[in-house]
């Protein structure tokens, strides 16, 4: 397995996986086609035997995954270091040497737009600034109504559920 790892070797497949569409850009008509897909992997595996004679297809496969899974690492810290504000020169820098080579990947790396699990009918009564939080806070806490007790409530005959008779009185 350490023939896969060479360089050389890798940056070869790296190419010959990014000429392959159909495998990883979703966009592809032939991206759900199981036997376009099958097909080739099938010539991916044929390059990979010649480094790795006993290798098969879900080796390929694996590979595959775990070259993508390694590039979004490198690409969530770039994000993650854009995001916190540092200046462009402080922006991290991947030092996986075939990063730039699975660059073709960045734009089906993209996270998923999240769904909300709301009804689209209901308005978004949900604050966006921490200000606006803190405002329908206190604003809740001052609709809040007090008890209102009545004499029949407060008289000794009934004594709250908490304490006996004689500590009510």
């Known amino acids: ?15 010959r996986y990014r000429d392959m569409r159909n495998l990883w850009e979703v966009k592809n008509p ?4 199981k036997p376009a897909r099958k097909a080739s992997l099938k010539k991916l595996l044929q390059f990979v ?6 290798a098969h297809i879900e080796f390929v496969e694996k590979k595959i995954g775990s070259l ?4 979004r690492k490198g690409i969530n810290k770039v994000q993650a270091s854009m995001r916190s504000g540092a200046a462009a020169e402080d922006v991290y820098v991947p030092s996986l040497w075939y990063y730039n080579r699975m660059r073709f990947l960045e734009d089906q790396m993209e996270a998923r737009e999240s769904l909300s699990t709301l009804p689209s009918s209901l308005p978004s009564t949900l604050p966006s600034t921490p ?3 803190s405002k ?7 609709e809040v109504e007090e008890p209102s007790w009545s004499q029949e409530d407060l008289s000794q005959d009934k004594a709250p559920e908490c304490c006996s008779q004689e500590e009510a009185g």
Request: glycine letters at 2%; zero cysteines.
């Open 30 to 33: 032939l991206y759900h086609n």
């Open 131 to 133: 200000a606006e939080a």
């Open 49 to 54: 035997k010649t480094q790795v004679p006993d």
């Open 68 to 71: 993508k899974s390694t590039y």
């Open 1 to 15: 397995m350490k023939q896969f790892k060479n360089p050389e070797f890798m940056g070869q497949f790296i190419d």
């Open 136 to 142: 329908d806070q206190s604003s809740i806490l001052e």
